[in-house]
């Protein structure tokens, strides 16, 4: 059955690894139909604004996107589109998968964990203001609703992969209103799940924790701000920003992502790595029930990272996007 997908290809190396991504997975056997739509400095050159309302209700009628990198211009000004998008969908969860490959160096082996960040609220929901000249005052919301759901999706999703433990991380010791509500609801919700194991840590010795025994952790649930920083964090542990994808899931819409930027000082040149865009399509197959798509793509990856042969500069190869790309289609099979 062929899926209608909206497509975001973004700003700066965006249009190159969509569109690498696009033939990575029409070559999968996939059958997905894009609608590609223009956000972020495209978008604000074109129509005044980064994020047109048709993206919205393209995303909102077919209900799962993929979306490339889109530049935030820096200041005062337009509110960031992933933020926006985030808030329009209600893609309460931002879902990172850490895992190593065989073939990508990192100072660690045996990561195998998932950061679920709450993706609503927090200190992102952008309720700022100055207090006379020399003072900001940012607030930060955290309610039992969100932080309920989003400890819940983090246990499911734990049952869904027959993962053990989830961590819940905060700063409850500090914030005992706001970061203590989220870890009381994190403790509520871990009564459902008795058959998972429980653990709550204060996120700066979790961050230390974190890079001292990796492969100890599982499942991690965190608050927006936290999450946001972990992720990045987590990234790092398996090989960095190039090869770590990202979904934003709610009820209803799903957007898939890579998590590293529009890396404007690269763009156009055919030498950004495709692979956690590429990789972010893999889980939005998955998400789909495109499963046996999903592992012939990973297969050609695993294949083209071992031969080391056709590989973008950031992984220390001398190849172009669309050659990795290429590569990685003859590898499937
Ligand atoms: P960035 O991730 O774009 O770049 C950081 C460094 O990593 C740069 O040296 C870049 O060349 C390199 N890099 C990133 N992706 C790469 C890839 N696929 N292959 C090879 N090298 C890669 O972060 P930066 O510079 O902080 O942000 C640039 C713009 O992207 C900003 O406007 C920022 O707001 C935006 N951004 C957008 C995101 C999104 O749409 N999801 C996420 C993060 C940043």
Known sequence: MVRKITLIPGDGIGPEISSATKDVIAASGAEIEWEVFDAGLQAIEKYGDPLPDEVVESLRKNKVGLKGPVTTPVGKGFRSVNVRLRMALELFANVRPLKNFKHIQSRYTGIDMVIVRENTEGLYTGIEHMVGKDAAESIKI???EASERICRYAFELARKEGRKKVTVGHKANILKLSDGLFLESARKIAQDYPDIQFEDKIVDALCMNLVQFPERFDVLVLPNLYGDILSDLGAGLVGGLGVAPGANIGEECALFEAIHGSAPDIAGQNIANPLAMILS??????YLGFDSEAIRIMDGIEIV????EKL???????SGTKEMAQAIIEAMV
């Open 142 to 144: 955290i309610t039992r």
């Open 305 to 308: 990272l071992g031969q080391q």
């Open 312 to 318: 973008t500069p950031d992984l220390g190869g001398t």
């Open 281 to 286: 399509g893999v889980e939005m197959l998955k």
